[in-house]
């Protein structure tokens, strides 16, 4: 199965070479495939905060090329280039201040800068340490697709319909996809008839990079309004719902783009299986549930655009980048160390003491 996955590998929005890192502008999607050149770590920082790179995977390894592009200054600077690193990582860090796998790949890349002393080729070392963050997100990903294929096997084996929400593929990671890896993998293995790709108000990126990113593919999706979900799921026979997780608590409670939690309660309601597919970078143990999680409120601007309008009404404005899907909602979550069906504390604390998948 894993050559097949590899061999249907064909969108990527991240590329190292030549010393420079290049970005997919996800911003442009699906109207032009523009790339930028990040030569310099502002470069870096700027196209996170603008929504340029966006995933949570994305994120901490375009944050780990980007602390390559800033030792290289650095050092050229001389003096304790060491030392003045640490501006670059405040850099990076505020510019995704609640992306879990960002501060994940910085704390990587500053445990790697602290066990250099002494070394010939330093900046070579970065290198190979986003290199390496880079592939094992990679690896992850394709791990992570057969485990939740082999799962959609075991409870309905037959050609199916499949929701999702919001972009979890290639372009919101390193290589294969989150959730929607399972849904390309289950897709290869002819357990997929049709995928549902929710729009994902208010940013839309169902509609710009989800439906986008399938039809690239060639497999067979359906543009839906995020409100027509409970209805799809009650007359299209989707027999699961299949997000990513931007965060997932101690206990198993998972925040993930708004929208996500009215789906794991419209499933429950129609019998439809729910599945959450996240690395284990995001899991937080630090957070007990999901009461802790921070959840940051956007302007608003997208929903005061109306027709190419602004809206004049004096009117207040609830827009919440995510929601947080209680763990007794989820069937099963997903990771490359293994799976977790029916997720508590006591079964996230287990999975997150294994060093590899057994």
């Known amino acids: 199965m894993r050559d097949r996955l590899l061999a249907a590998e064909k969108v990527k929005a991240i590329e190292w070479r030549d010393g420079a890192l290049y970005l997919l502008d996800q911003r442009d999607l699906p109207f ?65 201040p609640a992306v879990v796998d960002l501060a994940w790949a910085l704390e990587r890349m500053r445990d790697r800068l602290g066990r250099l002393k002494g070394h010939a ?29 082999d799962l959609i096997r075991k409870h309905q084996g037959n050609a199916q319909a499949i929701l999702t929400h919001c972009n979890t593929g290639a372009l919101a990671t390193g290589g294969f996809g ?40 060639g497999i067979p999706v359906t543009l839906n309004a995020d409100s027509a979900a409970a209805h799809i799921m009650k ?18 409670d998972v925040a993930n783009k708004i929208g996500t939690y009215q789906l794991a309660v419209c499933a429950m309601h129609h019998g439809v299986r729910f599945m959450v597919v996240a ?24 929903l005061l655009d109306v027709g190419g309008k602004r809206l004049d009404a004096a009117v207040d404005v609830f827009d919440p980048g995510f929601d947080v899907t209680p763990a007794d909602l989820i069937d099963v979550i997903v990771t490359e160390k293994g799976i977790i069906e029916r997720p508590d504390t006591a079964k996230i604390a287990q999975l997150m003491c294994r060093k590899r998948l057994h």
Request: with cysteine.
């Open 178 to 217: 989150t959730a929607l890896g399972v849904i390309r993998g289950a897709y290869i293995e002819g357990m997929v008839e049709r995928v549902y790709a929710d729009e994902t108000r208010p940013w839309l990126q169902g509609s710009r990079l989800t439906a986008w990113e399938l039809a690239k593919e």
């Open 32 to 96: 032009e495939e523009n790339w930028i050149a990040c030569t310099h770590v502002a470069a870096v920082a700027e196209a996170i905060r603008s929504g340029a790179v966006r995933g949570a995977p994305a994120i901490g390894i375009s944050a780990a090329y980007g602390i390559v592009l800033a030792a290289r200054d650095r050092e050229a600077e001389g003096g304790d280039w060491h030392g003045a690193l640490e501006a670059d990582f405040a850099l990076l860090g505020d510019a995704g």
């Open 121 to 149: 080729e330093p900046l070579a070392v970065l290198e190979a340490e986003a290199l390496a963050i880079h592939e094992s997100d990679r690896e992850a990903n394709l791990t992570m697709a057969q485990l939740g294929v």
């Open 235 to 252: 007359t299209k026979g989707v027999t699961w719902v299949v997000v990513g997780a931007e965060r997932i608590a101690a206990n198993g």
């Open 279 to 302: 690395p284990s970078s995001a899991i937080d143990l630090s957070l007990a549930n999901g009461d802790d999680f921070p959840i940051e409120e956007q302007g608003g601007e997208a």
